[in-house]
């Protein structure tokens, strides 16, 4: 039995048991906020597109137990933390109710299918419109909200070491 290593090439991304990237953890995780979100919003949609793109029933499994616990954990810490703040930073009666709602409808979805295996087209339809929800709430976000709360004497750096803590406990929950 040797010991010696073998000279290693450059590595890849830490991938999960789903082939998917790992989720980054708080130490490598975006300082601000909306960037922290964003990089969320960029993981989900990555994680929708695999699931369109395979046929096996376990991989479609696993990559929607991935989505409802990415979810789950996103939304969470936008409701505990980021939309308190961003509601009282603009005084905003519309936005935050909206994207809250836009949550319920995801959470609906993902119970529809978290811990089921895939039977057939009613489970990719749900899925399928789960990622039209999600894709929709993300334009909103990114377009109309992060801008406006950009703009704000927010400390976004701080809400994010808060949101990034938040998420780092949850995942940690979730496992």
Do not use: W
Request: net charge positive; with cysteine; hydrophobic share 40%.
């Amino acid at each position: 039995m040797s010991t010696a290593k073998k000279p290693s090439a450059k590595k890849s991304p830490a991938k999960n048991s789903s082939g998917a990237k790992k989720a980054p953890t708080s130490k490598t995780m975006p300082k601000d906020a909306t960037a922290m979100l964003k990089a969320d919003h960029k993981l989900v949609s990555g994680l929708f597109d695999e699931f369109e793109q395979t046929k096996s029933a376990a991989r479609k499994t696993s990559i929607v137990a991935r989505i409802c616990k990415e979810l789950t954990v996103h939304a969470q810490i936008e409701e505990e933390i980021f939309y308190p703040a961003v509601k009282a930073a603009l005084k905003d009666k519309k936005l935050v109710p909206e994207a809250t709602v836009e949550h319920a409808a995801v959470k609906d979805l993902i119970a529809e299918v978290e811990g089921r295996a895939p039977s057939g087209e009613m489970y990719d339809a749900r899925v399928k419109v789960m990622s039209e929800f999600v894709k929709h709430h993300v334009k909103e976000e990114e377009k109309e909200m992060f801008p406006k709360v950009r703009k704000t004497k927010l400390d976004l750096q701080a809400l994010g070491a808060q949101m990034a803590a938040r998420k780092e406990e949850l995942m940690g929950s979730a496992e």
